[in-house]
């Protein structure tokens, strides 16, 4: 049996993912992290993309999309906390689509730099979401 290591990915809205996994993907700020068991102790800032997490015994990852966020992680234990997370099968992909080019428009016509910071951010979600649709597809 593979060694494990237990996972909670929770929003402000509610509990997204609590159990055991192989390994997990977090997307740090700095590029994505993979974290087995006894991965030694680390606090970092998420950036919004997708959570993979390959459970034991099942052949697709959960990936779980956050939008930023932190985690911190222990040898036996990850704590993902996300302002929102959606399961990558409740993502809706028309509304990412949509948003991707209401953010794309945005920039095209605001002038300050708050204005054009904040579009710069739904982008990046937008394209994040879509981005975890696409890993769902290939899965």
Not at 55 to 80: H, K, R, S
Not at 96 to 106: F, M, N
Not at 119 to 139: D, N, P, S, Y
Request: charged residues 25%.
């Amino acid at each position: 049996m593979a060694m494990t290591i237990h996972v909670d990915v929770v929003s402000a809205e509610k509990l997204l993912y609590s159990g055991i996994a192989e390994f997990v993907i977090v997307p740090g700020v700095r590029g994505e992290l993979g974290v087995y068991p006894r991965h030694a102790p680390l606090v970092t800032k998420l950036k919004p993309g997708s959570v993979r997490i390959k459970v034991p015994d099942q052949a697709d990852e959960e990936l779980i999309y956050v939008n930023g966020g932190l985690v911190e992680i222990q040898p036996d234990v990850i704590t993902i906390l996300s302002d929102t997370g959606i399961r990558g099968k409740d993502l809706d992909e028309a509304k990412a689509l949509e948003a991707k080019r209401d953010a794309e428009e945005a920039m095209k016509n605001r002038t300050g730099a708050m204005e054009i910071a904040q579009a710069q951010i739904e982008l990046a979600q937008a394209v994040a979401q879509l981005a975890t649709i696409q890993k769902l597809r290939k899965g």
